[in-house]
T-cell receptor
Framework: EAQVTQNPRYLITVTGKKLTVTCSQNMNHEYMSWYRQDPGLGLRQIYY???????DKGDVPEGYKVSRKEKRNFPLILESPSPNQTSLYFCASSLFSLTGSEQYFGPGTRLTVT | SQQGEEDPQALSIQEGENATMNCSYKTSINNLQWYRQNSGRGLVHLILIRSNEREKHSGRLRVTLDTSKKSSSLLITASRAADTASYFC????????????FGKGTKLSVIP
């Protein structure tokens, strides 16, 4: 089954404790992206990647890191989480096209930083 | 990039009625996409309409695009309780920016 998976689905952590949220897709998509969703603010893009070793900042990259060493994986790293990073996080993937294409979303990771 | 805006923010209708949601966007787009999100779940792609298209249909969904007004609308006909969800538009400009920028969404409630 074609899908985007994220782990963990739920995470409660403390301020400053490094964490990684994994994202994997089995559709051979070039493009992968991370979003955060907050009430009243909709979805905002954190980082995106157009292919292996090619990443770029989205609208809210501060406090996050990403890497794209393999085509199927795009982990999101919070090196020193803070309470304002409490949010619902989504990973998405799509074929890369200069004219854009539909994105497939993972189920989400609900992160709470205390 | 700036987020577009959906209108209304919330909409409540009876089953069987039509639901119309509007989206205004900021940039010159290559395409505009509509997504649905059931409460707290991942988004699901509904329709992609390109800048040279004016209208597109998919089942009970009809999307229109007016590039001169930088606006789009999503019409759901003969709504069902299962259509209850949040609906988001997302603009893709291309032209060196490979971001998909989402609006804040319209929360649709369909009452049985």
């Amino acid at each position: 089954e074609a899908q985007v998976t994220q782990n963990p689905r739920y995470l409660i952590t403390v301020t400053g404790k490094k964490l990684t949220v994994t994202c994997s897709q089995n559709m051979n998509h070039e493009y992968m992206s991370w979003y955060r969703q907050d009430p009243g603010l909709g979805l905002r893009q954190i980082y995106y990647s157009m292919n292996v070793e090619v990443t770029d900042k989205g609208d809210v990259p501060e406090g996050y890191k990403v890497s794209r060493k393999e085509k199927r994986n795009f982990p999101l790293i919070l090196e020193s989480p803070s309470p304002n990073q409490t949010s619902l996080y989504f990973c998405a993937s799509s074929l890369f096209s200069l004219t854009g294409s539909e994105q497939y979303f993972g189920p989400g990771t609900r992160l709470t930083v205390t | 990039s700036q987020q577009g805006e959906e209108d209304p923010q919330a909409l409540s209708i009876q089953e069987g009625e039509n639901a119309t949601m509007n989206c205004s966007y900021k940039t010159s787009i290559n395409n505009l996409q509509w997504y649905r999100q059931n409460s707290g779940r991942g988004l699901v792609h509904l329709i992609l309409i390109r800048s040279n298209e004016r209208e597109k249909h998919s089942g009970r969904l009809r999307v229109t695009l007016d590039t001169s007004k930088k606006s789009s609308s999503l019409l759901i006909t003969a709504s069902r309780a299962a259509d209850t969800a949040s609906y988001f538009c997302a603009e893709y400009s291309g032209a060196g920016s490979y971001q998909l920028t989402f609006g804040k969404g319209t929360k649709l409630s369909v009452i049985p």
